[in-house]
């Protein structure tokens, strides 16, 4: 004859052993013995299986917390693996302890779970959460949010994420947009800048979603933004270091011949003027008066030669005291600016005998090759010069 399958765990001595074996194995939902100091004394196969593991010994708190507050009802499990379920508990107490069923609650319970977990997990989240409604406006956000965009959640709630986008990154964020609406993607990440309330930015990893209901209706967005000003500065610090002259910060030969490049190779400026400039009279400086006297100077003229351009224009130290400048877009006005470089060069000067001679080549006689275009503006330099000297053949 085959053997009555036992309960798992002791049975304590209180309760009869033939009648709790019983009652564990005839219920059909997990089933757990107690005593009365509320500890797990005895369970059945269901309820090992509930727990994902072995519970006996563990306080009945430890293994479930009712939503109401009270000892029993609906509530949340802890399994072994500490991995949270929505359970619905009953107690029935009995002399020297009480039968504890669970049961998992029907499915239209569970969501409510789920918010739930939602909820804290929202609030609590140590980087910035927000909740949009289909029109892209803030239904909901978080305390990290707020701080992170300087607003309270009074100022950002009805109004559109892209009212605090930085401007430059507000159409990057509409095309993405669109692509998730189409069905090309259901998510979205990208860098991007939040302008506060002082008028600082802050950069953020933001991660995107659109959520639908079951027919596919939208219903909201959803958004993590992570801050990683610090990082930015740190990778434009590190750029900056890279591109720039240490001594004058104007742009360095590595980084004019990229952008010179990159500006003729697109449509993104018509044309424009390229200025090569050598300091005459350095040498004499430096030896007269020492290195020192001609790093200031070089500084001077660095400073003056911002003053002489415009904001868009491309100016760089070549090395030692060779300069250059790509003005776009400037044809006829080029004169106008080899002007201006002589007089930021003269007042640079001070008391010494620094001069500046300039070679000038232009897209419009020259095309838009970037290297045709130095090579011509290098050798005219050249050619300005007071004192003649050979003229350097380019690095093959």
């Known amino acids: 004859m085959a053997s009555v399958p036992q309960p798992l765990g002791p049975l304590p001595g209180s309760t009869s052993s033939e009648v709790l074996a019983s009652t564990l194995l005839l219920i059909p939902d997990a089933a757990l013995w107690i005593d009365d100091d509320d500890r797990v004394r005895a369970l059945n196969a269901k309820a090992r299986e509930m727990f994902r593991g072995d519970v006996l010994g563990r306080e009945l708190a ?80 978080n305390e990290a949010l707020t701080a992170l965009l300087g607003r309270g959640a009074e100022a950002l709630l009805g109004r559109r994420d892209q009212e605090f986008t930085h401007p430059d990154d507000r159409q990057s964020d509409v095309e993405a947009a669109w692509e998730i609406l189409r069905g090309e993607r259901s998510t979205h990440q990208c860098e991007k800048r939040f302008v506060r309330p002082d008028g600082s930015v802050v950069w953020v990893i933001a991660n995107m979603a659109f959520l639908r209901d079951e027919l596919g209706r939208p219903i909201s967005w959803v958004g993590q933004f992570q801050d990683i000003t610090a990082r930015r500065r740190a990778e434009e610090g590190l750029q900056r270091m890279a591109d720039h002259d240490p001594l004058t910060g104007l742009l360095n030969r590595r980084a004019f011949d990229r952008e010179l490049h990159r500006l003729l190779g697109t449509d993104e400026v018509g044309g424009g003027g390229l200025l090569v400039l050598d300091l005459d009279g350095f040498k004499a400086v430096n030896d007269a008066h020492g290195h020192r006297a001609g790093d200031d100077a070089l500084v001077r003229c660095a400073e003056g030669l911002r003053t002489a351009t415009r904001s868009g224009d491309l100016v760089a130290r070549l090395g030692g005291d060779e300069f250059a400048i790509f003005a776009p877009g400037l ?20 008391a010494s005998a620094l001069g500046v001679s300039v070679g000038v080549a232009t897209t419009a006689e020259v095309g838009r090759c970037a290297d045709t275009l130095l090579a011509t503006a290098d050798a005219r330099m050249y050619a300005a010069k007071p004192v003649a000297r050979p003229v350097r053949t380019p690095a093959a």
């Open 62 to 141: 430890a293994l479930f917390t009712p939503s109401d507050g009270g000892g029993a009802g609906r509530g949340v499990g802890v399994r072994c693996d500490g991995i949270p379920f929505a359970v619905e508990l009953s107690v029935g107490r009995a002399p020297g302890g009480a039968l504890c069923t669970l049961r998992e609650p029907p499915a239209a319970a569970v969501p409510e779970l789920a918010q739930r977990h939602f909820d804290a997990a929202f609030e609590t989240a140590p980087i910035g959460m927000a909740l949009f409604n289909p029109d892209g406006e803030y239904i909901r956000v």
């Open 331 to 350: 044809g006829d006005g080029v004169a106008g600016l080899v002007a201006r470089v002589h007089e930021a060069v003269h007042a640079a000067a001070d």
